[in-house]
């Protein structure tokens, strides 16, 4: 079939299906998701309606604030702001929520040590 | 420093042309001595491609930088605050918001699937030849824009900054700046191409840090009165409000609307970008290379901002639009006016730096799509061994560097500024929705897939043939003649919702049933990276 993608050695034996129907996986996928995907609808939604506000309200993004600082530099220096905000709440997020439960999974399949960083600390080095 | 500086004399620039070139033959020197080093462990198929899997995630992210922050970026975002403001800014923020897509929805899920393309993904679970084949046709059409507009772009930079305005010499410039980038590629493969990108990206940072410097020191540190120098030069203070640009009419707004939809969600599907994660170990190094290339593309925006309205402030909107090379030497320029002779020199180097390291970037991906998918597993149908597979590719890129050399000297001179906007709007369309449903839908079929990437595919390049970026207005690629159906000059407002709408159509119609059990693979794979392609160890 020439699928490029076949398991290895350690993985070829592993039902992913009983994985998959797994609490502790099923967790890993819902805290996943719960993040990833409000996150997503939000800063699309935050992004365009700076863009709207930009095409249809010209006059309200050009009210100066502060000398020659108007709304809309405001606004578009807070979107990168908001980008590097959940930029970094992504990787604690992840950190803490999601990196420890995929490791637990992963190391039960390979069957090796894993540290956190998901390197090989023991076990078969390729 | 102080602002009665005189303007800048275009013509004092032709003088500084052997600084120009004697700084750039240092960058290829040096970066020539690194790619023969690195290239000394290519052995392997992942060596080839994906650089041992051997890079960290801050030099990966580096790389994407380098790789992302194109010439059209760098010249063109601070030529377009110069000249219309606002709405340059407006641009910039779509090219960095897109990368929450990759963040959140792309880049760990598909380094745990994959292995060097991003068919690998697309077809992990679903029926692998119309899959493969339909994701290598839009990655070769992806890179064939991207690479055309880049080598086009290539003509009006040499003759604003070597001072070559015959076509025979501007040619012979295209010419070696491909051959550059073919040996490069094609010793160094993806590791020397890793490299040159992240020696370019820091040079890039640093020349725009020492430049924004020294513009916020003209005005004491203060924007407010560098944004009112600005409004003043221009003689309009408009250009600090949005719609200069995009504002003209109904019609721009809404294009602007579908530019901004093919940006935010184009850039988490260009294939150059999605191969490049691929060159870390592990799916936690692809998360870093993320975080750590939007912190330098962010920075580095905010940096343009400031040099488009010290651009406009100190060097003039008219000098900028009559001098060779026209908005695209409002970078070039302010450099002169800040830092002479020798600050041009290394600016007009890091833009030529850009070209190459764009380029051969997208030639190792369109090389690596057509050896990987096409020829070894739909051609062989994966009987060939990874050796004959890395031959294969070599030799692509050897003609797709001839192409792109051809593709500059034809496409010299045209006004092929759309095919970067292209590009982008045919990433969001024949590939994000396949990308999304495939990580995150579990019914997602191989007709949906397929309907999906065809379908997105056709309706971006078939819109845009029918726009009046291509016939019917002043400005078009053909001027004289008028075929233009589709009023906007992007896509993607249409060709993004459809291709999404068409991947879960055939999907609902679809009487074919995938393998749950690959399913299940894939979805555990994504998610934890049991049995990810680990790194190469020398």
Redesign the interface.
Known sequence: MGNEAQPQDATASVDFQEVQQTERFKTLRKRHRSFVFPMAVVFLLWYFAYVLLAAYAVDFMSTKVWGNINVGLILGLLQFVTTFGITAWYVSYSNRKLDPIAAEIRNEIEGHEFDKDGNVISGVKK | MNTMVPAVNVEALKDTTLLNMGIFALFVAVTMVIVFRASRNNKTAADYYAAGRSFTGSQNGTAIAGDYLSAASFLGITGAIAING??G??YS??F??A???A???VAELLRN????TMA?VL??RLR?RPVRIAAALSTLAVCFFYLLAQMAGAGSLISLLLGISDWGGQALVIIVVGALMIMYVLIGGMKGTTWVQIIKAILLIAGAAVMTAMVLAIYGF????L??SA?EAANNP?V????LQ??KTETS?LD??SL?LAL?LGTAALPHVLMRFYTV?????A?KS??WA??LI?LF??FTLVLGYGAAALVGAETIKSAPGGVNSAAPLLAFHLGGPLLLGFISAVAFATILAVVAGLTITAAASFA?DIY???IS???ADADTEVKVARRTVVVIGVLAILGGIFANGQNVAFLVALAFAVAASANLPTIVYSL?WKKFTTQGAVWSMYGGLAAAILLITFSPVVSGAKTSMIPGANFALFPLSNPGIVSIPLAFFLGWLGTVLDKRRED??KQ??M???S?????AE?A??H
Do not use: C
Not at chain 2, 113 to 116: M, P, Q
Not at chain 2, 527 to 531: F, K, N, Y
């Open positions: 606002y709405d800014f407006l923020i779509g960095l918001v990368w929450l897509v963040l959140l929805l699937t994959g292995k060097f690998d077809s992990f692998q203060n924007v407010s009165s944004l009112g409004a408009a600090l409000n949005p719609g995009y504002g707004k602007f609307m901004g935010v170990p592990t799916a936690k190094e998360r993320v975080v939007i912190w962010g925006y905010l990987h070894a597993n739909v149908k994966g009987k995150f749950p059990v299940a693979e979805e555990v794979r998610l934890t990276g049991v049995g680990k190469v160890d």
